[in-house]
């Protein structure tokens, strides 16, 4: 687990960079680095995040070309072709940890909030992520009622149902947890501040 820590003191190093607005030097994105990752990757991290244009990892954790294997759809959900991304990475690369990072205002949560409130509201396509978020928020809203149940509370529900979600479906990701090789981790960024909080699991 010792290289998931030191990946994820990276994640939060290159995040308070963000914040203060003092972000690495552009030399990360030079034409030398370019050439250097014509030889092979390393990331050290691999990113589910939401595809939402405010959301970009690579600025929020500060970091440079081949520093983040990010995989971006919209409400972070988990899907095969999301888990075998997140595998490729892991397998090919040893790629020590994972973060699910969902986001404050995420308009996929919010849709799905809505689709509970008034069903089938959204097309087909959109439908198709929000049957994937509702199990995640439905248990909200089954105790709450949906009026009472806010999106940075369901964007929450959402991320750790994906994390859970990855720690179950994959045999190879499973394999590189037990043996200490990978960890997987939820977080959520705040557009308004650019602090990424990290959930305990």
Excluded: W
């Excluded at 990276?10 to 030097?25: M, V």
């Excluded at 030079?30 to 990757?41: A, C, N, P, V, Y």
């Excluded at 149902?161 to 960890?183: H, P, R």
């Amino acid at each position: 687990m010792k290289r998931a820590q030191e990946a994820l003191a990276k994640l939060k190093a290159g995040n308070q960079r963000f914040i203060d607005e003092h972000q690495s030097p552009s030399g990360e994105i030079s034409g030398q680095k370019r050439m250097e990752l014509t030889l092979g990757q390393k990331p050290f991290a691999v990113i589910l995040g939401c595809s939402d244009s405010r959301a970009p990892a690579e600025l929020v954790f500060d970091q440079g070309l081949g520093d983040l294997f990010v995989i971006r759809v919209a409400g972070n959900i988990v899907a095969p072709s999301l888990i075998g991304s997140i595998e490729f990475a892991v397998a090919e690369f040893g790629t020590p940890l994972v973060v699910v990072m969902g986001h404050t205002e995420c308009g996929a949560v919010t849709a799905t909030l809505n689709d509970i409130r008034q069903p089938g509201a959204v097309s087909h396509h959109i439908q198709s992520i929000v049957r994937r978020i509702k199990p995640a928020v439905t248990p909200l809203t089954d105790l709450a009622g949906v009026e009472n149940v806010t999106v940075s509370q369901a964007v929450k529900a959402n991320v750790l149902k994906s994390v859970d979600q990855l720690l179950a479906s994959s045999d190879i990701l499973e394999d590189a947890l037990g043996s200490g090789k990978l960890e997987i981790v939820g977080a959520c960024y705040n557009i308004s501040t650019g602090v990424v909080e990290f959930y305990d699991q």
